[in-house]
């Protein structure tokens, strides 16, 4: 019976101990794995077990990381380059399509019928114009350089930005109503955050039926607020931020850029933004 007490003993120690080796190992696979994942580092810790089935495991899964992260390292590599491509193609565009705007708009034409074909041959020219302009600022905005932060009045910046909307409401009788503090100072990316509000007002001008409101709470935290009446049911809507996502497939000039642009932005600001219909209003809110 002692014997038999004493085998047990020793084969308890034995498989405690054996346990607890493949426990460690787990323990130090699991934060070499989370070193990798979060460094992107290849360096490979160094497992004190002879256990053939843990070492062959992780020998195969090594082998895979390393493979997905040269994967990964050509697929950053292409995206970079396509960055750069979709750039230039749309910078060289931008001077020619702004030339033949130009002079069809110096055209004057006293045929009415041929006024007709010239008003849609200006409307498809600043219709592309405009594309090649958020196709540009997207390939600015993949960039993998971080933006530089300063300090500015955002106030002034709204107020500046929508002073150049106010005509173009006004022949769609609307008006925009803005409600914000005397001042209101934040440190981000000024270019950034004009390209935010000037994307935003495009997609408001595009789709509101008015009541067109910019509010901001006066607080310690920035909460922009845009909104406006639309005729669409309630419901969230954050899906508008993805690529080539409208909220009327069939409206003319729809694009589907101008609000993947401004969550792009607003990304590399450290923003968080939320789009809702309540009550057949559109809501728009920006937050830090």
Known sequence: MIILLILFIILSIFYAYKYYTIKINIEKIDKNLDFR???????EAELST????????????????????????R????????????????????????????????????????????????????????????????????????????????????YQTSFNYFDKFKKIDQEIEIKLPQKYIISSNKNSFESILTNILDNMYKYSRGNNKIELEDSHKMKLIFSNDIDYKDGQLNYLFERSKVLDPSRKNATGLGLSIVKAHLDKLFLRANIFVKDKKFYLIIEE
């Open 75 to 158: 697929i950053d590599e292409l995206k970079d380059n396509y960055g750069k491509l979709l750039s230039n193609l749309s910078h060289d565009l931008r001077t020619p399509l702004t030339s033949i705007i130009g002079y069809l708009n110096l055209l004057d034409i006293k045929d009415e019928e041929q006024e007709k074909i010239l008003d849609i041959a200006v409307d498809k020219a600043y219709f592309l114009n405009n594309l090649v302009e958020k196709f540009y600022q997207l390939s600015l905005i993949n960039e993998k350089n971080s933006l530089d932060f300063e300090n500015f009045d955002l106030v002034q910046l709204i």
């Open 50 to 73: 002879k256990n053939k089935s843990l070492l062959n495991l992780y020998e195969k899964y090594n082998e895979m990381s390393n493979k997905l992260m040269e994967k990964n390292e």
């Open 37 to 43: 994942k979060n460094k992107k580092s290849e360096v």
